[in-house]
């Protein structure tokens, strides 16, 4: 089962993404860890345009010049926990009130203080990365998931995601072929 499954059963809005990669499983895995935000079409004004630039490279304190760190490692910097995944799965989690433009991420170190978190008015989300080898190379599939602690944050976030949603899903797919440029020509 994958962790997204048991981490997050259930939940109030998700997308799917996914594309065949002709590169085996590890390059693949590789790929998704060194993928950097520049390789991806449209990266830098959807986040600008959602207001990521100005205040979250502050907070997580990258710079310009920190641009071509890996979208993970990005992603860590700004709230995101990597949690323990399955073989060919990378799952990454972060709490917040998304719909804040400071993103009010709160703390938490593990699988323990993902589940447990309770706080009202916040909401979680997943995503994984996960890699299934074919006779043709690899498919790979991205998933995100959220979910609002109590009702407050469903419909703050559902009004977020109507949004958002789009941009979402353009960052989704660009990733997923940014990795597969990269493992493919690898």
């Known amino acids: 089962m994958?962790?997204?499954?048991?981490?997050?059963?259930?939940?109030d809005r998700n997308e799917v993404h996914e594309t065949l990669v002709h590169a085996p499983r590890a390059r693949v895995m590789q790929a998704v860890r060194d993928v950097t935000p520049e390789e991806i079409r449209f990266f830098r004004l959807l986040t600008w345009l959602r207001g990521f630039r100005s205040r979250r490279l502050r907070a997580m304190g990258l710079t310009e010049r920190d641009r071509d760190l890996p979208l993970l490692e990005v992603a860590k910097r700004g709230g995101f926990v990597e949690l323990p995944g399955g073989d060919g799965e990378i799952v990454l989690g972060v709490i917040g009130r998304f719909w804040r433009p400071s993103g009010?991420?709160?703390e938490f170190a593990d699988v323990a203080g993902f589940e447990s978190f309770a706080a009202?008015?916040?909401a979680k989300a997943l995503i994984d990365f996960r890699v299934s080898e074919t006779p043709d190379g690899c498919w790979l599939r991205t998933e995100t998931r959220i979910r609002g602690v109590d009702a407050a944050a469903r419909r703050a976030f559902?009004?977020?995601w109507f949004v958002i949603r789009g941009g979402s899903a353009l960052?989704?797919?660009?990733?997923?072929?940014?990795?597969?440029?990269?493992?493919e020509a690898a």
Do not use: E, N
């Not at 960052?171 to 493992?183: D, E, F, H, K, P």
């Open 158 to 160: 559902k009004a977020y």
């Open 171 to 183: 960052i989704r797919r660009m990733w997923l072929r940014a990795v597969r440029q990269r493992a």
């Open 104 to 106: 009010g991420r709160a």
């Open 120 to 122: 009202p008015g916040f």
């Open 2 to 11: 994958p962790v997204i499954d048991r981490l997050m059963p259930t939940y």
